[in-house]
């Protein structure tokens, strides 16, 4: 007798279990981050002083974070908008909200950047999903099937490319903010920090400036165009020149950099409510920095991770960590609250 074969593309036996248990350990891992940097905190002395929350600025903290939110799905709407997409704007940004609650229970923000992108691609001009059954079927079919690039249709193929350019340039103003941090006050992080701020800076500029170039030159915007249809995506070209073209990628940039401020003083209210004093040049290096390392799928939705590496960073300036970590949570606590309008949308397509 013969063993049965085995196809081709069949996962072998520890790749399989390390896909099945990678959520469960990275569960543990926020765990145990969240452990690590709590560890060290006496409770029970910290509420025994004179500690005394502010909540006026928690209130400040939700409208900084929703109106994060609020623009993000407006930049991504007006990206999908760009490509032929009939959707609305409200619609898009109900969405986007959508797509940030499902982040928040994610390991990763795939789940959510997926949702929104299969999603927005079948979102009517009334900001609704069509009712009509044979397209509910499809729509349930993509939300449930592992997305194949290769084989997705045109229309899915867009989505998804505008989602990936709404997220490149959410990079971009991260990293943009980071520079300048540094250069405000890297030398509290080394003597080197100012230097890697203006680095920073000059690289995004730098890269932000070729790009910009290569769209408005005819030959190489032929050459791009010539890519794009190559990949069936020939349609994505005038996303990508609202995102990254002369002269309106200066103003990308600049509301790139909004929204993440936007995070930075919600995150600075939160921690301004216990009574922390934190510098903004403290607050612009470590978010930012944090953000780089919430790509890595190690946690989730940061929890753990962002309170461990908040006290490291925030401690060069003389915050306290316990002050931090609960800062730290209260912001968390806060983006859930910030995201949950978006289960109407989930709730809505049900």
């Not at 908008?81 to 898009?92: D, P």
């Not at 994610?106 to 950047?113: C, I």
Request: with cysteine.
């Amino acid at each position: 007798m013969s063993a049965k074969p085995t196809p081709a593309n069949a996962p072998s036996g520890w790749k399989s279990l390390l896909k099945r248990s990678w959520p469960t350990i990275r569960i543990v891992l926020s765990i145990a981050l969240l452990w690590k940097a709590t560890s060290g905190i006496d409770w029970e002395a910290l509420f025994a002083s004179e500690l005394q929350m502010q909540p006026w600025w928690f209130v400040a903290a939700f409208f900084c974070m929703t109106g994060a939110f609020l623009c993000g799905g407006l930049r991504w709407g007006l990206l999908m908008r760009s490509v032929g997409f009939q959707g609305s704007i409200l619609g898009y940004i109900s969405l986007y909200f959508a797509g940030g609650l499902i982040n928040q229970g994610l390991p990763s923000t795939l789940g959510g950047d997926s949702y929104r992108a299969i999603t927005g691609s079948h979102l009517k001009p009334s900001g609704t999903l069509s009712g009509d059954a044979n397209e509910a079927k499809v729509l349930a079919k993509e939300l449930h099937e592992q997305v194949d690039m290769e084989h997705a249709n045109p229309k899915l193929r867009l989505s998804i490319t505008m989602t990936f350019v709404d997220r490149l340039l959410g990079l971009a103003g991260n990293n943009l903010l980071g520079g300048i941090g540094l250069i405000l006050g890297g030398a509290t992080l080394a003597s080197w920090g100012n230097d890697l701020g203006y680095a920073v800076i000059a690289v995004m500029l730098g890269s932000g400036t070729l790009l910009a170039i290569a769209l408005v030159w005819s030959p190489t915007r032929a050459l791009f165009q010539g890519l794009l249809n190559r990949f069936q995506m020939g349609g994505a070209l005038p996303g990508i020149q609202m995102a990254f073209a002369w002269p309106i990628n200066v103003a990308q940039a600049v509301f790139g950099i909004g929204i993440h401020f936007l995070t930075i003083l919600a995150l600075g209210f939160c921690l301004k409510a216990y009574g922390a004093v934190v510098p903004i040049e403290a607050l612009m290096i470590g978010l930012p920095a944090l953000s780089l390392l919430l790509m890595l799928p190690i946690s989730i939705s940061g929890w753990g991770l962002r309170e461990a590496t908040l006290t490291s960073v925030l401690a060069l300036w003389g915050v306290s960590p316990s002050l931090t970590v609960l800062g730290s949570i209260s912001y968390g606590a806060m983006t859930v609250l910030c995201v949950l309008p978006g289960a109407y949308a989930l709730l809505k397509r049900k």
